[in-house]
């Protein structure tokens, strides 16, 4: 029996808890200490890799990039622009050279060109042979093409000459397109 009387138990345990409680907020003094300086040692690293200094350097790099592909994107929209109106122009327009050769196929050999003027609605020739057949068989091929609507819309026959010097028939014909 004496031996489960203490006397010394509630001053023990009261020692014992503040003992404990101390060692405690200790623990826990530690690991915020470590924690703040943890927390030190995160912040001074990004503060040097994500500096203020560094995020305008690299906000300005990136601007002046931006800048200049603006300029070349503007210069590639100017050109690509008068590329569209440059085709827009040349399938607008009328293709002389086709016609030309269309109405020079409709020419007979023993007929000679002596002029031609080509206007946007009209073509002038005047023309010459020795003879009168291939002038009218030129002029058929050309009423032909005329009720055919092939190139020419009307034909009026302007002068018919002849030069006894050179003993050649010439005339001046207007074509509309």
Same mark, same amino acid.
């Given at each position: ?60 790099? *990136? ?24 085709? /827009? *122009? ?25 002029? *031609? ?8 020739? +005047? ?23 092939? +190139?020419?819309?009307?034909? +009026? ?8 010097? /050179? ?11």
């Amino acid at each position: 029996m004496i031996n489960d009387i203490n006397l010394l138990v509630g001053k023990d345990a009261n020692y014992l808890r503040q003992k404990k409680l101390l060692s405690l907020v200790r623990l826990m003094a530690f690991a915020s200490l470590g924690i703040v300086a943890l927390l030190s040692v995160i912040a001074f690293f990004l503060n040097s890799q994500f500096s203020p200094t560094e995020v305008k350097k690299e906000e300005d790099v *990136i601007l002046q990039n931006l800048s200049t592909l603006s300029k070349k994107q503007a210069k590639l929209f100017i050109i690509n622009n008068r590329i569209q109106n440059i085709t /827009t *122009i040349l399938n607008s327009r009328v293709d002389y050279y086709k016609i030309l050769n269309f109405i020079i196929g409709k020419i007979p050999a023993e007929v000679s060109i002596d002029r *031609i003027e080509v206007d946007k609605k009209k073509i002038s020739l +005047t023309i010459s042979s020795n003879s009168l057949i291939p002038i009218n068989t030129l002029i058929n091929n050309f009423v032909d093409m005329v009720r055919k609507k092939e +190139t020419i819309t009307s034909l +009026t026959l302007n002068s018919l000459t002849l030069s006894v010097k /050179t003993s050649k028939y010439s005339i001046s014909l207007d074509a509309s397109l």
